[in-house]
């Protein structure tokens, strides 16, 4: 019998502690055909987009979060969730097979959550970056640059705060995802400035393939600006 790839897990929701079903998927089975720039992945056409995946939405509450979030909640903030998310939820559940569409609910309901929580920026910027990533797969130019424009931006607030230090994030990936999602939204002059901060730090260490990454995207990002430079000086 062929394994599925997916199962269920029972998750506690971390806001309301009630428990519901959430549907996983078997890394294994995950086959990534290649990835962007900016690490979203293209999978093979047998495969499952293991990213849908990512969040929890409880059922009861409506409260949507990953397995980034914090468990810790300020004073006051369960009290926002309700009023802002549980007194308008419908309920359903996400805990099956998720189209396009669903997964991008899930994201836009975690980046919801985790504003009104108060989320470290590191968190959010990684919401908006695949609620990105989804509407480049629809195709929906406008919103991809929406959501990237907020990603970067949750990227530099977290650089600057350096709330990514207790994360999986380094500071290269950081400096560069600031980097590689200004060039894509337009801003070579800020792209420029963080892959150049990447290329000076180099002999630091650590992050090899992302400061190789940073060297190939400059070089295109000059390349941009002397095509602009030449068009000008006609």
């Known amino acids: ?18 428990s519901f079903t959430t549907t996983k998927i078997r890394s294994k089975l995950v086959k990534v055909e290649s990835t962007d720039t900016d690490f979203c992945p293209t999978y093979s056409e047998s495969s499952v987009p293991a990213y849908y995946y990512n969040v929890f939405v ?7 979060f990953t397995e980034d979030f914090s468990k810790y909640f300020a004073p006051g903030i369960k009290d926002q969730i309700f009023n802002q998310i549980s ?3 419908v309920q359903r559940s996400y805990h099956s097979e998720r189209s396009i569409s669903q997964a991008l609910e899930t994201y836009k309901l975690a980046f919801v959550s985790g504003s ?3 989320e470290k920026s590191v968190t959010l910027a990684g919401l908006a ?3 990105a990533w989804i ?9 991809e640059q929406r959501f990237l424009n907020l990603s970067r931006d949750l990227y530099i607030e977290s650089y600057s705060t350096e709330d990514y230090a207790s994360t999986q994030m380094s500071d290269t990936r950081v400096i ?7 060039r894509r939204i337009g801003d070579i002059d800020l792209a420029t400035r963080y892959y150049s901060k990447i290329i000076e730090n180099q002999r630091v260490g650590g992050e090899a393939k992302v ?5 190939e995207q400059w070089q295109l990002v000059r390349e941009e600006r002397e095509k602009v430079r030449a068009a000008t000086a006609v």
């Open 211 to 215: 400061i190789e990454m940073a060297k």
């Open 135 to 143: 509407y480049r797969k629809l195709q929906n130019n406008s919103q």
């Open 176 to 182: 560069y995802m600031i980097a590689e999602l200004s």
């Open 58 to 64: 409880c059922e009861h509450c409506g409260f949507s």
């Open 116 to 118: 009104i929580k108060k």
């Open 129 to 131: 970056l695949r609620i």
């Open 87 to 89: 007194t308008k939820w």
């Open 1 to 18: 019998m062929e394994l599925s790839p997916f199962y269920e897990k029972k998750v506690e929701c971390i806001s309301c502690k009630k």
